[in-house]
């Protein structure tokens, strides 16, 4: 996720920057709306970690070695983007409750930041999508492998 940090960073000051000058209002209706989606996503994550944990797909991610870092398994690496992915989202869900607390009493400092939390948590749910698809492949190329 390191490799990430840069994007993140870009991101986050494009958004301030263009919160901050383009004059881009953001108002309670707006955080409440995002604020729902998130927490949909949440149970979504935790639903998925829950099916995820109780399939026999788990211990065949376990057997098969990561090409990137042979230190890990494929399980390893899936389960590294997919809990940070989920605690980034909790927290983007603590920061939103905190930012509407703010808007409601007109307090606007935070608001600087959502479009770039909002951006940061879609990417991120985006590579954890690409990198399970990913995994899923090596997985049955792996077995398909065996099967020989």
Do not use: P, Q
Not at 29 to 48: A, E, H, K, M, P
Not at 113 to 132: D, H, K, P, Y
């Amino acid at each position: 996720m390191k490799k990430y940090l840069g994007l993140v960073a870009v991101i986050m000051v494009g958004s301030f920057l263009l919160e901050k000058y383009a004059n881009i209002t953001v108002d309670e209706n707006l955080i409440s709306t995002i604020l729902t989606v998130f927490s949909i996503i949440f149970g979504f994550y935790i639903t998925s970690f829950a099916v995820f944990a109780t399939s026999k797909y788990l211990s065949r991610l376990y057997e098969i070695e990561d090409e990137k870092d042979n230190r890990k398994t494929l399980l390893d690496n899936l389960l590294d983007v997919f809990s940070f992915a989920t605690y980034l989202l909790l927290l983007s869900i603590i920061f939103l409750v905190v930012d509407y607390v703010f808007v409601l009493n007109d307090i606007t400092c935070l608001t600087y930041g959502f479009w770039g939390v909002v951006t940061v948590n879609l990417l991120f749910a985006c590579i954890t999508i690409r990198r399970f698809i990913e995994i899923t492949r090596k997985s049955a190329i792996h077995s398909k492998e065996n099967e020989k």
